[in-house]
């Protein structure tokens, strides 16, 4: 069974002296049991993408997914979303000032961006409430 699993290469993580989810001990990944912030179901952080995560895309050792695959793809398409409204917004502030239409799209789709767990909009969302 633990022969199947991925091997910890602590020495390939972007920070190698950090324990992350495993006891100095541990020699392979197990699979972690998360629940999605959105939807709630739990679903399983697999030993293989726990891998990719630290060792390869080195994400800090403690981190943990917030989102299922489902909800993490509808998070990606709304993120971009969100980022061409930030776009826009920097080249024409002075046009779109005014665009009840845009400061209204705008404003949904950082408010549903809450839905996902994500508040680093707050004050983009506070921002935007007082024009309107
Ligand atoms: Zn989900």
């Known amino acids: 069974m633990v022969e199947s699993l991925p091997k910890i290469d602590r020495s390939k993580w972007h ?29 399983v952080f697999s030993a293989e993408s726990q891998k990719n995560t630290f060792e390869a895309k080195q994400r800090y050792p403690g981190w943990l997914p917030t989102l299922c695959q489902t909800c993490g793809e509808q998070w990606g398409f709304l993120k971009q979303n969100i980022l061409t409204f930030e776009c826009q917004w920097d080249s024409h502030r002075a046009d779109l000032a005014s665009d009840q239409e845009f400061l209204n799209n705008w404003l949904a789709s950082l408010k549903e961006a809450q839905g996902y767990g994500k508040n680093d909009f707050n004050s983009r969302i506070r921002m935007l409430i007082k024009p309107l």
């Open 15 to 43: 920070k190698p002296t950090y324990p992350g989810h495993y006891d100095e001990n541990a020699t392979h990944y197990e699979g972690i049991r998360c629940r999605c912030k959105k939807c709630g179901i739990s679903f």
